[in-house]
Each structure stands twice: as C-alpha cells, then as structure tokens.
C-alpha cells in the first residue's frame, strides 16, 4: 500500500496544532513538548512521507522492523527511538542502531545496553519504564523499585538516564487515564528531588496525549493519528523475528 502523503502531512499537522492548544491552555510551553513518531508497522515510504512533513524523531517497536527501515532510510538525519519491550537477545542491536530507548525495565537490560553499546557512539539515552498500571501484560517496574534500578542505571558508563516512561491503562476514563499519569511525574519528582538530572516525561499516544501534557508529559508518543490505522497483517520484509 502506497504511504497518502497528503494524509500524513495533515495528520502530523493536526497533531502538533492539538499539542499546541492543550499546552497553552494548561499553561504549558508548546516548544517544551517533544513529538515522537511511533512508526510501528509502517513502512519506510511513511516515514520519508513524515520526514518531508518535518518530523525528525521517531519511534520503533519491533527491532528486525526497524533495522529494515534504519537501512532504508540511512541517509536522513532521523533520530531512531526504541519504544519496545526489549528482549536479552536484542540488546546489541537496540544498542547500535537506536539514540534513544524508552523501556529499561531491568538491570539485566541495562547493563547488556551499556556493554553493547559501541564507544564510538555517544552514550544511550535512556527512559526506565514504570508500570503504572499494575496489569501483568504490562512492561515496567513498580514505583517502590524505580529509585533502585535508576541508582543502578546511572552508573553505566555507556548509558545515560534522561527520564521516566510509561504505557497507562486503555480507558476511556479520564479520571484514570489522569491518576497514572500522575503516578508518573511524582515518580519522576522524587527522583529529581533525590539529585537525579532528568528531563523527560514519555508517556501520552493519540488517544491520551491531551491527558498526559495537561499532566507533564515532556514527550508523546503518536503513531495513529499521523499514519492511520496500524498496518496489520505487518508486510514479511518488516516482520519481528
């Protein structure tokens, strides 16, 4: 399927005019909110399509999709994002070929991403994911453990702590969707509060960004409302493996 140009501009438009608006209105800078792309099963054509609309960072889910793309699309200044669960085998991988990873949930993972990563890079910038939903099919540690596994991260010589992330609840709750929002940013003070040097704030997706700036968010997270639907069945050449 060929990528609607026309529909991915609009759709990156309206999405940077409604972060605008809600960031205003909860007494927010624009400019202090970071808009990612969550390219997830879209294909390189989409994201050229975005990148010539002016979005520069975008996020990955799955690596063997996103290595397909990386090398598709090598010779654009993107800003590659792994916003995934990350498996152990993965590591070296994720740790070559993305600036960024969203969902350190572990020491284990930690410590195979600093070592994994090439000196010749710069350091990994990095997001531990919290659980601030409690559901088991959820990635990410409880707000009593992330003290313990920022304290470890932050003496990885090859990776550097940039903030917290997570992946709330589906609801149509506001009240919901609000409360887990919050559980992030008080997570994110009391780092700051114990001497942390962080600046990101990752959580909010199309249906729950207006939510997540009113409540903090630094960066969002947007895949639907710039591409469309996901592309399902995922095409062969960009399937996870």
């Known amino acids: 399927m060929e990528p609607n140009i026309t529909t991915i ?7 940077r005019a409604r972060i605008k608006e809600v960031a205003e209105k909860a007494g927010r800078q624009p400019g202090d909110i970071v808009l990612l792309a969550a390219s997830k099963t879209n294909p390189a054509d989409c994201i050229q399509a975005a990148f010539d609309a002016g979005q520069t960072i975008f996020g990955e889910n799955y690596v063997q999709e996103a290595l397909t793309k990386i090398a598709a ?19 070296r991988r994720i740790a ?5 990873v969203h969902s350190v949930d572990r020491k284990k993972i930690a410590d195979r991403l600093s070592k994994d990563r090439p000196e010749a890079l710069p350091p990994l910038q990095v ?22 596994l920022a304290a470890h991260v932050i003496e990885l010589p090859r990776l550097k702590l940039r903030g917290l992330m997570a992946i709330p609840e589906l609801t149509k709750a506001t009240a919901l969707q609000r409360s887990q929002f919050r559980m992030l940013k008080e997570a994110y003070n009391r780092l700051k509060e114990a001497g942390y040097d962080l600046d990101t704030i990752s959580m909010g997706m199309s249906e729950d960004l207006d939510v997540a700036i009113e409540e903090g968010a630094t960066m969002v997270r947007v895949g639907t409302a710039i591409f469309g639907p996901r592309r399902y069945p995922i095409p062969e050449e960009l399937a996870p493996r």
């Open 73 to 91: 699309l090598t010779d654009l200044p993107i800003e590659w994002h792994f916003i995934g669960p990350i498996q152990s085998n993965k590591t």
């Open 9 to 15: 501009a609009s759709g990156l438009e309206k999405v």
């Open 127 to 148: 997001c531990l994911q919290l659980n601030v939903s409690g559901e088991d099919s959820k990635s990410g540690v409880t707000p009593e453990e992330i003290a313990d």
């Open 96 to 100: 070559e070929s993305f600036a960024w």
